[in-house]
């Protein structure tokens, strides 16, 4: 996968989109490598969590506008489908996706950012959906996920306007939960990750998914939903040993994925 870079620490999947030259824009050969290594990582049952970031000094700078330039209508619409199919993907991914976001997210990098659960950025991260100036619309989910995480007033304020905006206005909007010094941003989403791993794995990947799936239908069909996934969890080997651990008061747990 000669875009995505793919690394193992523990039980946690390192993604680095890597084509710096380009400020890791998103081509067709990306999002497709992109695409190859969410089905690895799904297939695997020693990963729990993943990391996704973006080499040298941006996280993806948006969609190849060199590709984009000579697209009809209908390679348009191919592209998007693409694109957004891989976005959806991810986001549906049964293992929690944090974006370390170390650089510009800007378009398809923003789109790529919101497809992930968590989002945390780097001090010199800069976000935004600047599409409308280049005579397009966001193309990979934006107008659909930007409303959902920051309101619509705001999602229509960034997008109509094509504003570009730093990572301490991201934090204050909700787009990203925290920001660190770029220096630090890889050490702290790996201790997110571990934090997360941490933890029962299916019942992480059932919360995830409660998550999701209440984010897109009404509270009553929701709170069903959760309800099933909690009977899911109560029968596992790893309810027995987290409970356990509490009611003996000892620290260590040894969850199985069972």
Same mark, same amino acid.
């Given at each position: ?8 620490? $523990? ?8 084509? %710096? ?19 690895? @990582? ?23 506008? $060199? ?8 390679? $348009? =619409?191919? &592209? ?13 991914? +049964?293992? %929690? @996706?944090?974006?370390? @976001? ?24 800069? &976000?935004?959906? %600047? ?6 619309? %966001?193309? &990979? ?11 619509? +007033? ?22 990203? +939960? ?53 009977? @899911?969890?109560? $029968?596992?080997?790893? =309810? ?8 003996? =008061? ?9």
């Amino acid at each position: 996968m000669s875009f995505v870079n793919f690394e193992q620490q $523990g039980a946690v999947a390192i993604l680095t989109i890597n084509r %710096p030259e380009a400020l890791n824009a998103l081509n067709s050969q990306v999002l497709s490598d992109l695409d190859e290594v969410i089905t690895k @990582v799904e297939a695997s049952p020693d990963i729990h969590a993943v990391i996704l970031t973006g080499a040298g000094r941006s996280f993806v700078a948006g969609a190849d506008i $060199g590709e984009m330039k000579g697209f009809s209508a209908i390679d $348009g =619409k191919k &592209f998007g489908v693409h694109g957004g199919g891989v976005f959806l993907r991810l986001e549906n991914l +049964s293992k %929690p @996706v944090i974006a370390a @976001v170390n650089g510009f997210a800007l378009g398809g990098g923003c789109e790529l950012a919101m497809s992930c659960d968590i989002r945390i950025a780097s001090e010199k991260a800069k &976000f935004g959906q %600047p599409e409308v100036g280049l005579g397009i619309t %966001p193309g &990979f989910g934006g107008t659909q996920r930007l409303p959902r995480i920051v309101g619509i +007033s705001k999602a229509m304020e960034l997008i109509l306007t094509a504003k570009v905006i730093g990572a301490a206005e991201a934090k204050e909007i909700g787009l990203v +939960s925290q920001v660190y010094a770029p220096e630090e941003l890889m050490d702290k989403a790996m201790e997110l990750a571990n934090a997360i791993c941490a933890n029962a794995p299916i019942a992480v990947q059932e919360s995830k998914r409660c998550i999701r799936m209440g984010m897109q239908i009404d509270i009553a069909t929701g709170s069903a939903f959760e309800a099933e996934a909690f009977g @899911v969890t109560c $029968g596992t080997e790893d =309810k027995n040993e987290g409970m356990g651990a509490f009611l003996e =008061k000892r620290a260590e747990k040894h969850f199985q994925n069972k």
